[in-house]
């Protein structure tokens, strides 16, 4: 069982897709297993963080420090683009997390949110593949 979902997110822009997540796992029909959530393009990234104001900021912050966007990147000979940062900031991060559910539900942490980033230089609508996975 595949899905898609498409998330319109600004620069950095950071959204909580596990409602989305868990309404695809409990209308799979399956008690347990486990859920692939995958962005598509290598500009964009999943992954779970406690999904308040404050890390909003601070995450995109702390990401500029390690993939700063001026900097000087090689791909930016390669193609002419401007997004040689977001493209070393979406590998570190990954384009995919799996999430173990039971009962219908997600197994997260109480402050755990799904979420996917934009790392892109422009606004894009992110594109989400939701899979199940069947437990044995
Ligand atoms: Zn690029």
């Not at 999943?46 to 909003?56: A, C, F, S, V």
């Not at 999430?99 to 989400?128: A, C, E, H, S």
Request: aromatic fraction near 8%; charged fraction near 25%.
């Amino acid at each position: 069982m595949i899905k898609e979902i498409v998330v319109e997110l600004d620069v950095n822009g950071i959204a909580d897709i596990t409602k989305e997540v868990e309404e695809f796992v409990k209308n799979c029909g399956l008690n347990e297993g486990a859920v692939l959530v995958f962005n598509v393009g290598s500009t964009g990234a999943i992954t779970t963080i406690e999904y308040e104001p404050g890390l909003k900021k601070d995450f995109p912050r702390i990401m500029e420090k390690i993939a700063p966007y001026g900097d000087n990147y090689e791909h930016h000979k390669t193609w002419g683009d401007d997004n040689g940062s977001s493209h070393v900031k979406a590998a570190i991060i990954g384009p995919s997390i799996v999430v173990p559910f039971r009962n219908g539900k997600l197994l997260l942490g109480t402050w755990q949110q799904i979420v996917v980033v934009n790392f892109d230089t422009k606004r894009r609508n992110r594109k989400v593949i939701l899979q199940i996975l069947k437990s044995i």
